[in-house]
Each structure stands twice: as structure tokens, then as C-alpha cells.
């Protein structure tokens, strides 16, 4: 099993343009993330989807977009970069292992935006 | 969202037990507590998850008592490999799930 995938792992942008982070989970879990993580700090929620079709807003999804047409991709849309969004991002995926809610995240995209 | 507080940082020796108590004073009827563990350059992995009393698997113990306000996490005899930031969730049926700060482990030989 592959888990968690995220493209691409490294990204530069200049301010003002737009791009897509990719995230697929290939372990058919309804539940998926997508966090920011800035130097030195935690982990901050972006989006989050309980399942095809549905999503909602974590604590900080200004200048993002999300969208769940399928069980296994969670694409992040940034419309306009800005160098606020210059983070390192994951993506994760929850499913039930032994009774157990468990997180299971990708490698990261780090993004720097100049 | 539960909120929770961490101390900051934690520093240890090889081989000895380390313990890091999480706040989370307003934790819900069915919220879950659940720990992991982020390398540098990497995702969190996930530690243990426990409700309530004590949950131990083969890398760590979660200590959570009546009251569910606060819980421990130990671990028992660590390595320089156990350097690491670790990170308490409490979640529930809403599955929005919040990373706080975390908990810098810093294992000194």
C-alpha cells in the first residue's frame, strides 16, 4: 500500500499565482485533512472532509479551496499565492484500525512563495 | 474543538522514562484522546489513543484519569531516536481534528 501521496514535494511560486496540491489515499478512508505547518510550529487545519461530496472549513482556510469528488483525492487549491502560504503542507487520512481513529499523513509539499 | 496545552519543550537523558501531561479541560462526553509524533521533515505518526484509565501498546502508555481533564503520556527507556516533537489531539463525532503547539523531546545521550 502506497497510504497517503501528496504532488509535488517541493514548489516555488511568485506571488499572485495559482496552484493545485494533490493529495490520494489509497486506504478507502471517508475521513481526510489537509494541515499547514509553519517553521517551528504546529500543525494547523486548512480543510477537512468527511467523505465524497463533503466538505468544511478547519481554522484556517482563507485564500484556499478544497474539493472531494472521489474517496481518494483531496486536491488544495491556492487561487492567489501570497508569501503567507509559504508552509509545508500535509495532507492525511483517518481510518478505524483496532477500534482506533488513526491519522495517517503524507510526506509533506513544502512551498515557498517570492 | 477541545483545546489542549502542552508544555513546550522536555529534556531527557537515554534510558530514562519521560512523561508529558496534556491539558485539556474542556474535553467532551465522546472526545478521544489520541498522541503522535513528528520527526523532522516528516508527517506525524501516530502513539496510542485512549478514552479513559490507562492504554498501553509497545512504544508508550496513555494515563488519563476519572476527571479526563488532563492526560500523560510516557515513555518508557528512551533513545536518542525518541527525539521528536509529540502532539496531543482531543477529538470527536465532529472528526475536525486541531493540532496544538506540541511538546519538543529533546534526548540527550
Known amino acids: 500500500n502506497a497510504g497517503v501521496t501528496q504532488t509535488p514535494k517541493f514548489r516555488i511560486l511568485k506571488i499572485g499565482q495559482s496552484m493545485t496540491l494533490q493529495c490520494t489515499q489509497d486506504m478507502n478512508h471517508n475521513y481526510m485533512y489537509w494541515y499547514r505547518q509553519d517553521p517551528g510550529m504546529g500543525l494547523k487545519l486548512i480543510y477537512y472532509s468527511v467523505g465524497a461530496g463533503i466538505t468544511d472549513k478547519g481554522e484556517v482556510p482563507n485564500g484556499y479551496n478544497v474539493s472531494r469528488s472521489t474517496t481518494e483525492d483531496f486536491p488544495l487549491r491556492l487561487e492567489l499565492a501570497a508569501p503567507s502560504q509559504t508552509s509545508v503542507y500535509f495532507c492525511?487520512?483517518?481510518?478505524?484500525?483496532?477500534?482506533?481513529?488513526?491519522?495517517?499523513f503524507g510526506a509533506g509539499t513544502r512551498l515557498s512563495v517570492l | 474543538l477541545a483545546k489542549t496545552t502542552q508544555p513546550i519543550s522536555m529534556d531527557s537523558y537515554e534510558g530514562q522514562e519521560v512523561n508529558i501531561t496534556c491539558s485539556h479541560n474542556n474535553i467532551a462526553t465522546n472526545d478521544y484522546i489520541t498522541w503522535y509524533q513528528q520527526f523532522p521533515s516528516q508527517g506525524p505518526r501516530f502513539i496510542i489513543q485512549g478514552y479513559k484509565t490507562k492504554v498501553t501498546n509497545e512504544v508508550a502508555s496513555l494515563f488519563i484519569p476519572a476527571d479526563r481533564k488532563s492526560s500523560t503520556l510516557s515513555l518508557p527507556r528512551v533513545s536518542l531516536s525518541d527525539t521528536a516533537v509529540y502532539y496531543c489531539l482531543v477529538g470527536g463525532d465532529d472528526y475536525k481534528l486541531s493540532f496544538g503547539a506540541g511538546t519538543t523531546v529533546t534526548v540527550r545521550a
Open positions: 492525511a487520512s483517518m481510518g478505524v484500525e483496532g477500534g482506533k481513529n488513526i491519522q495517517y
